[in-house]
């Protein structure tokens, strides 16, 4: 059920045979928190959905410390670290929490989009909400004060502030933990004086 809700649904493919074939094909994953799920330099082989759970795309920086890229929570959220399939992982992909996937085969995805008009324009409103998402948080992270990223990240991210740790989210807002640790508490003591 859940598959035939991912690819029917949220990824809005409308030929039924087309959603039973992708349903056969896919296959589900179980992973473990904190479990790699891509690993940055690596080739994909298959095309990741996130079924539950939260991930993190994260890559280190050339003085080797970690920075969070991105997040994923949402039903149906794709795990591409680049668009262009078969390509090397710019990131690594993890998982935050237990977290299961739907995944499909590099390979069938391809034959598919060479078939299917509408599996096109799938992939390419996937690539566009991808693209819109992040040229959402590079506006934040560079025309933000920090007060107004954490803000933004409290509304955009409501799920993840009780199961990412303070590092990581203070990483994908390009500020330090002391930093993000201080406006919380600020934040914290000017709601308590409300």
């Not at 079924?51 to 994923?72: E, K, N, P, S, V």
């Not at 406006?183 to 004086?193: D, F, I, P, S, Y």
């Amino acid at each position: 059920m859940e598959l035939e809700r991912l690819f029917g649904e949220i990824c809005q493919i409308s030929d039924p045979i087309l959603v039973a074939r992708l349903v056969e094909t896919a296959q589900v994953t179980t992973l473990k928190k904190g479990q790699l799920l891509i690993r940055q330099g690596e080739r994909q082989g298959n095309l990741f959905f996130l079924l539950h759970g939260i991930l993190r795309g994260y890559f280190l920086d050339t003085r080797g410390r970690d920075i969070t890229d991105c997040f994923a929570f949402e039903f149906g959220a794709p795990a591409m670290p680049s668009f262009e399939f078969g390509e090397s992982a710019p990131i690594n992909i993890e998982t935050i929490t237990d977290s299961e996937l739907a995944s499909l085969p590099l390979a069938v995805v391809d034959q598919v989009l060479k078939s299917s008009p509408e599996a096109v324009q799938t992939y390419a409103n996937l690539v566009l909400r991808s693209a819109k998402r992040h040229w959402e948080i590079k506006t934040v992270l560079y025309q933000y004060t920090a007060t107004q990223k954490y803000q933004w990240f409290l509304q955009a991210y409501p799920e993840l502030i009780c199961h990412v740790s303070g590092r990581h989210i203070a990483s994908f807002l390009g500020m330090t933990p002391v930093t993000l640790s201080r406006l919380k508490r600020t934040l914290h003591e000017q709601a308590r004086k409300r």
